[in-house]
């Protein structure tokens, strides 16, 4: 059984920092993409970021420049560095793993930035 576990998120001021991370357990074979996606209620979500086991990464338009995405490919766990927090990033966010086969998604973690 698999289980993805997302931790970090909270309230923050605007202009603010959070960590988050995610660290997948159980059998998980050939890990390809990890990521980060978000959503607020009645939109459709959408990707923050990912990073390929090379450590290539892409990002929203919304967020380059603030966020960083980065992984432990041995520990299987992905983190995602928030700097300048704007009430806009104010979300649920979801851990991602893709491989070959399925894909894997947490339970989300709920971020809040006030203004």
């Known amino acids: 059984q698999v289980q993805l576990v997302e931790s970090g998120g909270g309230l923050v001021q605007a202009g603010g920092s959070l960590r988050l991370s995610c660290a997948a357990s159980?059998?998980?074979?050939?890990?390809?993409?990890m990521g980060w996606y978000r959503r607020v209620p009645g939109k459709q979500r959408e990707l923050v970021a990912r990073?390929?086991?090379?450590?290539?990464?892409n990002y929203a338009d919304s967020v380059k420049g603030r966020f960083t995405i980065s992984r432990d490919n041995a520990k299987n766990t992905v983190y995602l560095q928030m700097n300048s927090l704007k009430p806009e990033d104010t979300a649920v966010y979801y851990c991602?793993?893709?491989?070959?086969?399925?894909?894997?998604w947490g339970q989300g973690t709920q971020v809040t930035v006030s203004s």
């Open positions: 991602s793993v893709f491989t070959p086969v399925y894909d894997y």
């Open positions: 159980g059998s998980i074979f050939s890990i390809k993409v």
């Open positions: 990073i390929t086991s090379g450590g290539l990464t």
